[in-house]
């Protein structure tokens, strides 16, 4: 699959604002006084409210990935990301493709909250950390780390010390992992947020972050 890197026709904060919006309007336009409503009508406001539950509760986690995950980033690198939305691409869980997907399936086209093709690209997003995972991957590997110790650094400890998993976009809506399968989740997040500073900021921007590898929440280690 292609990677295409860039922003989204709008900021991503301002999309689910617009989403939301949306859906409360379609609410209000298609509740009914409960005697009147039928199952079926019953049933589409109460997954109507549950979208707008879902996106209220991302709204308010780009929030804080905006104010505290980002500037923390910022301040170990030196590199000032473009704007907050690459990050936020990155951070963006799997369990958010069923949400996009479901609400840009619930409504003809003309009574979508937002464009269609908005939608369909949020549905996306969540491959995006993969795709800068291997970018970062290899950009370290190639640029940075060459030598016998390339091999050697906690990119798990990195996610740590930027509460990197803690700060995923949505993801309540699945079971948390444990073990080995969160530290590599952990592992995939460093590699993606580093290669996004690569494409932003070139070898120099990453180069930046070489001082932090294996080291853990309290600083960098021996």
């Not at 019953?42 to 780009?62: A, C, F, K, N, P």
């Not at 399968?181 to 997040?189: D, F, I, N, V």
């Not at 494409?199 to 932090?212: K, Y």
């Amino acid at each position: 699959m292609a990677y295409d890197y860039g922003p989204p026709a709008c900021p991503l904060e301002e999309t689910l604002t617009a989403i939301q919006e949306g859906l409360i309007r379609e609410y209000r336009a298609e509740c009914l006084p409960a005697h009147r409503r039928s199952p079926r009508r019953t049933r589409r406001l109460r997954r109507i409210r549950g979208w707008s539950r879902e996106i209220e509760d991302l709204i308010s986690q780009v929030g804080r990935v905006v104010r505290e995950t980002l500037p923390r980033i910022e301040r170990d690198t030196g590199h000032t990301f473009q704007g907050p939305d690459g990050l936020l691409r990155i951070l963006m869980d799997t369990s958010t493709k069923r949400l996009f997907l479901d609400i840009l399936a619930g409504f003809p086209e003309e009574s979508l909250p937002v464009p269609a093709k908005d939608l369909g690209m949020l549905g996306r997003f969540p491959n995006d950390s993969r795709a800068l995972a291997l970018i970062g991957d290899v950009t370290l590997r190639l640029k940075v780390l060459s030598g016998p110790h390339g091999e050697v650094i906690d990119l798990a400890a990195l996610s740590d010390r930027w509460g990197l998993h803690e700060s995923r976009l949505g993801l309540a809506c699945r079971h948390r992992p444990a073990g080995e399968p969160l530290l590599r989740e952990k592992e995939t997040l460093s590699r993606a947020v580093l290669g996004l500073i690569y494409i932003e900021g070139g070898t120099d921007a990453l180069g930046g972050a070489v001082s932090l590898l294996g080291c853990g929440p309290g600083g960098a280690t021996g």
